[in-house]
């Protein structure tokens, strides 16, 4: 089946790349997602990317430790910045174009970021990995990932975790959790899901952005959920 979508925006989570490990970067997690990525990139669809930092830290839970938040905050977006960096260099050995722009100014480690810079990059068969979060404290990558879909007028966003998609309850700690095939986001306020954090869940319910929920974990996934198989959960 063909891709319906010319542009996507992917958000990957940083607890995902520690793979299985308890920290860090798990480098076969790592190549399993640059190779999923590639392979999609190979069919024509415009990949950006905003990935997480909870692999390395978190700002909320520097917070919890002593830190002020907003460095807390500018901790975890400069982790952000290490998952990027590892992502670019694992795709480029895969044989994909791909750059990273930085919400922050950071030259030469990326190029920083606007819309117009992301989409050119876009247009010439690069895959787009967006670090640094919004570039402001108490937004989250969720947050960041939908405005950078919105920006790059992405056709949908996909949210790959370690789970299949969104249930009644986290089913990694209650089993008899229903999964749900599709959902709106306005049932995702009220049943009180924890999916995205509700400045997410607002912004993509506000500027019309669809969103699926998907386990990134499982190879050949991304490509399914784009050729319209019934893979993960969709949110309208």
Partial sequence: MMNKYNRILLKLSGESLMGAKQYGIDDVR??????????????????????????????????????DRVKGDQMGMLATVINSLALQSALQSAGAKASVLTSIRMEPVGEYYNKWLAIERLTQGHVVIIAGGTGNPFFTTDTAAVLRGIEIEAGIMLKGTRVDGIYTADPEKDPAAVKYDEITFDEIYAKGLKVMDLTAVTLCRDNHLPLVVFDMDTAGNLKKVLEGDPVGTKVR
């Fill in 30 to 67: 790592l190549n399993e997602y640059a190779f999923q990525i590639k392979d999609v990139a190979e069919t024509g669809t415009q990949i950006a990317i905003v990935i997480g930092g909870g692999n390395i830290f978190r700002g909320l839970s520097g917070e919890s430790r002593g830190f």
